[in-house]
């Protein structure tokens, strides 16, 4: 058998010509300053909102414990694609960008 490469080889079925695209390897931004804004607002709101609860200011302690789930419901997602956002920045196994939804 006789050695053909097939790198130089012109045809009609070359994949290259077919198919043009760019590979975009880039960390998503947006969504990566979204999920940090979440992780930050999510636990000054948990902070703030523990902090008016027990010394009542602001009004009741309705209003702090108010507070403080608004941060908590900030805070869950903020934290899990900020974790994977870094994870996959230090290029652990198993986590990606593309684990992180688009905006």
Not at 12 to 22: F, G, K, N
Not at 27 to 52: C, N, Q, R, S, Y
Not at 76 to 97: E, L, W
């Amino acid at each position: 058998m006789a050695y053909v490469d097939h790198a130089f080889s012109i045809s009609y079925d070359d994949d290259l010509m077919e198919t043009s695209y760019a590979v975009n390897n880039r960390p998503p931004i947006k969504e990566t300053a979204l999920a940090i804004a979440l992780f930050v607002f999510g636990a000054l709101g948990i902070v703030v909102g523990i902090f008016m609860a027990v010394n009542q200011i602001g009004g009741d302690r309705a209003h702090g414990l108010f507070f403080s789930v608004l941060g908590g419901i900030l805070f869950i997602p903020g934290f899990y694609y900020t974790r994977i956002a870094y994870y996959a920045y230090k290029g652990y196994k198993g986590f990606s960008f593309s684990n992180i939804p688009q905006v």
